[in-house]
C-alpha cells in the first residue's frame, strides 16, 4: 500500500475543505433525523428507561472505541501501513472484540445484576453482538481515514444514524422500550459496517507478528485510553442510577446529551476531519499551527448553541420532549459550561493522537475519569444539580490540564494558547448574551408561545453573535465564512448575491 504520507498545511487545508461540504451537509441531515427520532422516543419511552439504557450504552462505547481508537487510530497515524498491517490489524481488532465479550457477560452477572437489576443486565447481554460489529468496523474506516476519504466517511455515518433512527422507532412502536434503544443502535452499526466493506474491502485476518507488533505500541495504550473515556462518559450515569434510581438517570441523561453529547456529534464535523489530517503534517509547529485554526472554527460554531441552551432550556425541554422531562432543565443549563470545556479538550486529544502521544492520552484518560467519578460518587446523593456543577467543574479543569500535556516540551504557555484558541467565540457570545438574555427573559414574562420564544431569541442572539465576531475578530469571522462557502451550494450563494450576503464578501 503506497500513501502520501506527509504533506504540507496547503494540501491538507485544501483536503479537509473538500471533504467538509461532504461532512456537513451528511451531518446536517443526521442531527434531523435525530433531533426527530428523539422528540418521539421521548414520547414513547418511560424516562426510566433512557435510565437502564444509559448503562447499557457502555457496551456500544466500548465495542466502537476500542478496536476502533485503538487498532484503526493505529493504521491511520503510522507514516505508512502494508497489507501486511491491515491483516495483522483485523487479528487484533478480533481478539479485542472476544475478549470485550466474555468480560461483559461475567460483568452483566457478577456487577450489573445486584447493582442494578435484573433488566438491566438483560440489555447488557443483549448488547454483546456490538463487538463483533465493532472489531470487523475498524480497520476498512481507519484506511478510509487515513486516505482522508471524507466523502465515504460521511455516507457512512448517514447510513449509521438514519437506519439507528428509523429502526429504534420502529421497535418503540412495536411496543419495546429500552430494548428499542439498543436493537435500534444495533441495526445501525450493522448497516455502517456493510457499507464501509463496500467502500474500503479489508484483507482477510491473518496473524502477521512483526506487523501487529508495530500496531501495539501506539494501538495499546490508545485502547486502554477508551476504557478511561468509556468510563468517563458513561461512568456518571451508572453512578446516578445506583444511588438515586433510573428515572434521575435518564433525566441526567437527557441534559447531558444536549449540552455535552450532542454538540459533540456537532463537533465531529471537526474530529473526523482533524487527526488524519493532522498526522499528515510535516512537523509539530506545522501540527498546532493547523490545530488552532480547527479549534478556533469549532468554537466560534457551537459556543453560541451552547449559550443559546442553557438561556433557551427551559422552554425547549418541555416542548421539544414533553412536561415530563422538566427535571432536566436545570441539569442541562449547567451542563453547557462543561460541554464547552469537553469539545476543546476532544480536540486536544486529536493532536495527541496525531502526534503518536497515545500514553499521554492514557494517562490524561485515565486522572479525567478517575476524579470526575470520584466527584460524581461523593456528590450524587445531593442531587442532579449538584452532579452538573461537579461536572462542569472537572471537565473545565481538565481541559486547562489538556493544554499543559499538549504543549509539554513547547515554549508555549498553555493558558496563553487557550485563550487564543476561544476568545474569538467567549467575546462574541458575551455579546451575545447582552440581547438574548433580556429578549428570554422579557418574552418569557409576556407568555409568549413556545416556538415564537425559541425563533426570536434565537435569531436576534445569532445575528448580535455574528455582527460582534466580524467586528472585533476578522480573522476568525473569514475562516467561519470560508467554512459557509464551502459547505452552501454555489447556486445558494449566485442566487442570493455577493451583496445581500456578508458571508460572501468575507
Same mark, same amino acid.
Given at each position: ?80 501501513? +502494508? ?79 438514519? +437506519? ?106 471537526? +474530529? ?8 499528515? +503534517? ?225
Amino acid at each position: 500500500m503506497s500513501d502520501q504520507d506527509v504533506r504540507s498545511n496547503e494540501d491538507l487545508t485544501a483536503a479537509a475543505g473538500a471533504g467538509l461540504r461532504w461532512i456537513t451537509h451528511a451531518r446536517i441531515a443526521i442531527e434531523i433525523a435525530l433531533l426527530g427520532s428523539l422528540v418521539v422516543l421521548a414520547r414513547l419511552i418511560p424516562p426510566a428507561e433512557f435510565g437502564i439504557f444509559a448503562v447499557a450504552v457502555i457496551v456500544q462505547e466500548l465495542a466502537l472505541t476500542m478496536p476502533m481508537e485503538g487498532i484503526g487510530s493505529a493504521v491511520v497515524q503510522r507514516r505508512s501501513i +502494508t497489507k501486511r498491517h491491515l491483516q495483522g490489524g483485523m487479528v487484533l481488532s478480533l481478539i479485542v472484540g472476544g475478549l470485550l465479550t466474555l468480560v461483559t457477560v461475567v460483568l452483566a452477572f457478577v456487577v450489573v445484576d445486584p447493582l442494578f437489576g435484573e433488566r438491566a443486565s438483560h440489555l447488557i447481554l443483549l448488547a454483546t453482538p456490538w463487538y463483533v460489529l465493532g472489531a470487523i468496523y475498524a480497520v476498512p474506516v481507519a484506511v478510509l481515514r487515513r486516505r482522508l476519504d471524507f466523502k465515504r466517511l460521511s455516507l457512512i455515518d448517514l447510513a449509521l444514524n438514519i +437506519t439507528r433512527g428509523v429502526g429504534t422507532i420502529a421497535i418503540a412502536l412495536a411496543g419495546l422500550d429500552a430494548e428499542a434503544l439498543v436493537l435500534g443502535s444495533m441495526a445501525g452499526m450493522a448497516a455502517a459496517v456493510v457499507l464501509a466493506f463496500v467502500f474500503a474491502p479489508p484483507p482477510l485476518p491473518r496473524w502477521r507478528s512483526a506487523e501487529m507488533r508495530d500496531l501495539l505500541p501506539y494501538g495499546g495504550p490508545a485502547a486502554l485510553a477508551c476504557v478511561a473515556w468509556t468510563g468517563f462518559r458513561n461512568g456518571d450515569y451508572a453512578i446516578i442510577g445506583a444511588k438515586l434510581g433510573a428515572a434521575q438517570a435518564g433525566f441526567y441523561w437527557r441534559g447531558y446529551q444536549l449540552s455535552v453529547e450532542y454538540q459533540r456529534k456537532v463537533s465531529v464535523l471537526m +474530529t473526523q476531519m482533524a487527526f488524519p489530517v493532522l498526522a499528515r +503534517t510535516t512537523d509539530s509547529e506545522a501540527m498546532l499551527a493547523l490545530r488552532q485554526r480547527m479549534v478556533q472554527l469549532l468554537t466560534v460554531v457551537l459556543f453560541p448553541l451552547l449559550v443559546l441552551l442553557a438561556l433557551l432550556a427551559p422552554v425547549l425541554v418541555p416542548w421539544a420532549f414533553g412536561d415530563r422531562w422538566e427535571p432536566a432543565v436545570l441539569p442541562t443549563q449547567i451542563l453547557a459550561l462543561g460541554g464547552a470545556a469537553v469539545l476543546v479538550t476532544d480536540a486536544v486529544g486529536s493532536a495527541l493522537m496525531a502526534s503518536g502521544r497515545s500514553r499521554a492520552l492514557l494517562g490524561y484518560g485515565v486522572a479525567h475519569f478517575g476524579v470526575y467519578a470520584g466527584a460524581v460518587l461523593v456528590v450524587a446523593s445531593h442531587g442532579l444539580a449538584a452532579v452538573a456543577v461537579t461536572a462542569s467543574v472537572v471537565h473545565t479543569v481538565f481541559l486547562v490540564v489538556a493544554y499543559q500535556v499538549m504543549l509539554r516540551g513547547s515554549p508555549l504557555q498553555a493558558l496563553s494558547v487557550l485563550w487564543q484558541d476561544v476568545a474569538p467565540a467567549l467575546l462574541a457570545c458575551a455579546g451575545m448574551i447582552c440581547v438574548a438574555g433580556p429578549a428570554t427573559w422579557g418574552l418569557t414574562a409576556l407568555g409568549a408561545p413556545a416556538l415564537l420564544h425559541l425563533a426570536g431569541v434565537g435569531a436576534g442572539g445569532g445575528l448580535t453573535y455574528l455582527l460582534v465576531l466580524a467586528r472585533c475578530f476578522p480573522a476568525a469571522f473569514a475562516d467561519l465564512a470560508a467554512a459557509m462557502r464551502r459547505i452552501v451550494p454555489d447556486r445558494v450563494l449566485t442566487i442570493v448575491g455577493p451583496r445581500r450576503l456578508a458571508i460572501r464578501r468575507a
